[in-house]
């Protein structure tokens, strides 16, 4: 092999090396890549969390639209309501008790 052959596989050589460490360390290699694609499964679990919630909320404003027994269970339970026709007995607390006499 004459010197010229072995300077330009050296040449050559260093090319390939140079161009492999810029693919894996470089800004848009692999390592970044690797952190793209983390990224990107992140986003579409993020995505897939929205998805179930938004149609939770679509059943939710169907049954708020349409189901009367839905509503008043909601307006009870989270505005404390009551039916036209009830009654609220609230008990006594113990200090508010009369003492019973004779003990």
Known sequence: MSRKH????????FLILTLGFYILFSERGVADLNKLNADREHLA??????????????????????DPAYIERIARKE??????????IKPRQAAERPETAGR
């Open 6 to 13: 072995a300077l330009a596989l050296s040449g050559a050589v």
């Open 79 to 88: 505005l404390g309501m009551i039916h036209r026709n009830e009654i609220v």
């Open 45 to 66: 679990e993020q995505n897939r969390r929205i998805v179930r919630e938004n149609l939770l909320l679509g059943e939710e404003i169907d049954r708020l639209n349409h």
